[in-house]
């Protein structure tokens, strides 16, 4: 019985150290290319956003393969298209991890065949999931379109509707949110999500043609005043024409720090901190 007792302690106290480090962890980013990150939160999990890999044209050599992600826990797709579906079907069937985007685009990956049901939960703007303890994801909405490529029985690419695009604010064990805003034009409510989430990071697209431009991603940047800024989506074709250069002489005197990054990038930031290292 002591012995029991004694086990059952020691239990207790490994569990509240872990707590413990989660709550005074770091989260750390790894930028792949486009829109693509993966997050490993201050317990540990790992996020995957956007899983553009193999066909990815930014992409440092080195992270073109999927074998050398590692576990991953959970993936979240902002749309349909190609440069953000990407490799998410096949990095889910192989960690068993669901896939989380818009509900239409899920479903028609089920309804297909393409994906399990289970690995494509249903889920809408507004809606929140807590898929490890401490770590909740929020949808939000985004100005965009969403269809996906996929091959037909005969080997035919076939587009199909993909829902509506989306954002997602992820906040991390120890209180850290970012607000990955997906394909996004500027829309007013980014002004409401600044005052409501308030994210500390935001991965923000400033390519142009597609998404925002350098100017308009600063204006969205101030609507939302987060303390970091991390721009993507820009360069990987000639559209995007979009540069952190630019975009961060829009911001001009703003507080919010810009994360001048390379594809390949790493960055770990905490809870109340201004900067990234």
């Not at 399990?116 to 770590?135: C, Q």
């Not at 607000?179 to 935001?202: A, Q």
């Not at 600063?218 to 987060?226: D, E, G, Q, S, T």
């Amino acid at each position: 019985m002591i012995l029991r007792l004694l086990g059952t302690l020691a239990a207790a106290c490994l569990a509240f150290a872990s707590a413990g480090q989660a709550q005074q962890g770091k989260t750390e980013l790894l930028w792949y290319s486009q829109a693509a990150f993966k997050i490993t939160t201050p317990g540990g999990k790992v996020i995957m956003i956007d899983p553009w890999i193999m066909g990815a044209t930014k992409i440092p050599p080195e992270l073109k393969d999927l074998s050398k992600i590692g576990k991953v826990d959970v993936i979240l797709v902002t749309h349909g298209h190609g440069d953000h579906l990407g490799d998410a079907m096949e990095i889910s069937k192989t960690n068993n991890a669901p896939i989380w985007g818009p509900s239409g685009m899920n479903q028609w990956l089920a309804t297909l065949g393409k994906m399990p049901a289970n690995l494509v939960p249903r889920m809408n703007k507004g809606g929140t999931i807590e898929p490890f303890p401490g770590v909740r994801i929020t949808m939000t909405h985004a100005e965009h379109s969403s269809e996906m490529i996929l091959k037909d029985d005969s080997g035919k690419d076939t587009s199909y509707p993909a829902g509506e695009p989306v954002g997602f604010i992820i906040q991390m064990e120890n209180g850290f949110k970012i607000y990955h805003m997906g394909d996004t034009g500027v829309f007013s409510d980014m002004k409401w999500i600044g005052e409501y989430y308030r994210p500390d990071l935001i991965l923000i697209p400033i390519g142009g043609h597609y998404v925002m431009d350098p100017k308009d991603a600063a204006y969205a940047a101030k609507l939302i005043n987060p303390k970091m800024a991390w721009p993507m989506h820009y360069a990987s074709n000639p559209f995007l024409k979009g540069t952190p250069a630019e975009f961060k002489a829009a911001l001009g005197q703003s507080s919010i720090q810009m994360i001048d990054a390379e594809p390949g990038a790493r960055r770990r930031s905490r809870r109340g901190s201004r900067t990234a290292d």
